[in-house]
């Protein structure tokens, strides 16, 4: 049995960069032309994550004894709690 939270936050930073450089000359009615160029760039995302996982079991009947009016259901829940200036976080039990 356990409850598992988690909480996330990213940030990323990119960068381009591109260079294109063009020419033409022409003589006798004759134009030619060239273009050369290059093209960098990077990209960078940081995720933290961070989780907080409870765990717990609850006893069971012995099967010496067990009969069907001892059946029982039971659960895990979470809360925070504030007292005076402190928060803290209560786990207990549920059982039916």
Known sequence: MGIRKSEGKGSGTSFDF????????????????TSVGFHYGYKCNVTNTESTLFEGTVGDIPQSAYD????????????PLTHGDQTFTVVNYWVK
């Open 18 to 33: 591109g260079v294109k450089i063009e020419s033409e000359v022409g003589a006798g009615g004759v134009t030619m032309g």
């Open 68 to 79: 069907s009016s001892r059946a029982y259901t039971f659960g895990l829940f979470a809360y």
